[in-house]
């Protein structure tokens, strides 16, 4: 059985309430980070070993053609070392909460940057598919985030490895940029959906360490997604797997 659930705008909000719930958001970003610090950290090292064989290999180099090559090489690693460190830090440290006319799919691609080693390693095949460069008014350290989330949280329903399939693109109406993320988990029961939207609703058993779910990653999400004036709808299929679809204004209200 496929169920659906979608969020209702949100309430006016109060002044304190908005400062708590900004700091519930960087906490909540802070902990994500520390989810992905470990798969940057291995891939770091990875393209550290290249570059240092690559430089060995340039020095002992006979000709300046394989020489040119081992430049190469050491270059290219240089300069994905220094996106994931880039997109990383302004991933730990954007706290900004200004919206701004902005491209989805170099967000959806700075995201899967961070998080595509985690994923190879639990055998997860990614699938992109982009629908042009669609453009919507958005917090971008924010977006990040909420995808994130959404893509670890995919991930851990994932344990035997799967599909994870992200989508963008626009809706028929041409006034919301939807993004779609698939995975081929466990799904969510029925009498779950609701539930999972809720402050510390978890099922993440903890493990040897004691860590399980803290139940927060979806309600921060829902909130960025109220803040933005969008929605978030998920769909799912016991033993099947889960989509969840954000859907985000290209204006805001006020402008229409
Ligand atoms: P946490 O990840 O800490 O448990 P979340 O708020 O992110 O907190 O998620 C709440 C619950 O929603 C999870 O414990 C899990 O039961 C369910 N869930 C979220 N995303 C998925 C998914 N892609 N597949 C299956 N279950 C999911």
Request: glycine share 12%; proline share 5%; aromatic share 4%.
């Given at each position: 059985m496929t169920t659906g659930h979608e969020l209702l705008p949100p309430p006016a909000a109060v002044t304190e309430a908005d400062l708590l719930r900004q700091q519930l958001i960087q906490a909540q970003r802070l902990s994500s980070v520390g989810e992905l610090a470990s798969s940057v950290a291995h891939e770091f090292n990875n393209i550290l070993t290249a570059v240092i064989n690559f430089a060995?290999?340039?020095?002992?180099?006979?000709t300046p053609a394989s020489q040119q090559q081992a430049f190469e090489k050491i270059l290219k690693g240089g300069q994905r070392a220094a996106a994931i460190v880039h997109t990383m830090l302004g991933f730990a440290r954007n706290n900004s909460v200004t919206r701004e006319t902005t491209e989805i799919v170099p967000l959806v691609e700075e995201v899967l940057l961070l998080t595509e080693k985690d994923l190879g390693k639990h055998r997860i095949l990614v699938e992109k598919k982009f629908h042009g460069r669609p453009k919507a008014v958005v917090v971008p350290g924010q977006i990040?985030?909420?995808?994130?989330?959404?893509?670890?949280?995919?991930?851990?329903?994932?344990?035997?490895?799967?599909?994870?399939?992200?989508?963008?693109?626009?809706?028929?109406?041409?006034?919301?940029?939807?993004?779609?993320?698939?995975?081929?988990?466990?799904?969510?029961?029925?009498?779950?959906?609701?539930?999972?939207?809720?402050?510390?609703?978890?099922?993440?058993?903890?493990?040897?360490?004691?860590?399980?779910?803290?139940?927060?990653?979806?309600?921060?999400?829902?909130?960025?997604?109220?803040?933005?004036?969008?929605?978030?709808?998920?769909?799912?299929?016991?033993?099947?797997?889960?989509?969840?679809?954000?859907?985000?204004?290209?204006?805001?209200?006020?402008?229409?």
């Open positions: 060995k290999i340039g020095m002992k180099a006979q990040e985030q909420i995808l994130v989330n959404l893509v670890i949280n995919a991930r851990q329903a994932m344990s035997n490895g799967g599909r994870l399939r992200v989508e963008v693109g626009e809706n028929p109406a041409g006034d919301t940029v939807e993004v779609k993320i698939t995975d081929t988990g466990t799904g969510i029961a029925p009498e779950h959906l609701r539930q999972i939207f809720e402050p510390f609703f978890t099922t993440k058993a903890p493990d040897e360490y004691g860590r399980g779910g803290t139940g927060l990653g979806l309600s921060v999400c829902r909130q960025i997604i109220e803040a933005h004036h969008g929605r978030i709808r998920v769909e799912s299929v016991v033993g099947k797997g889960s989509t969840f679809t954000v859907k985000l204004p290209k204006q805001l209200p006020e402008d229409r």
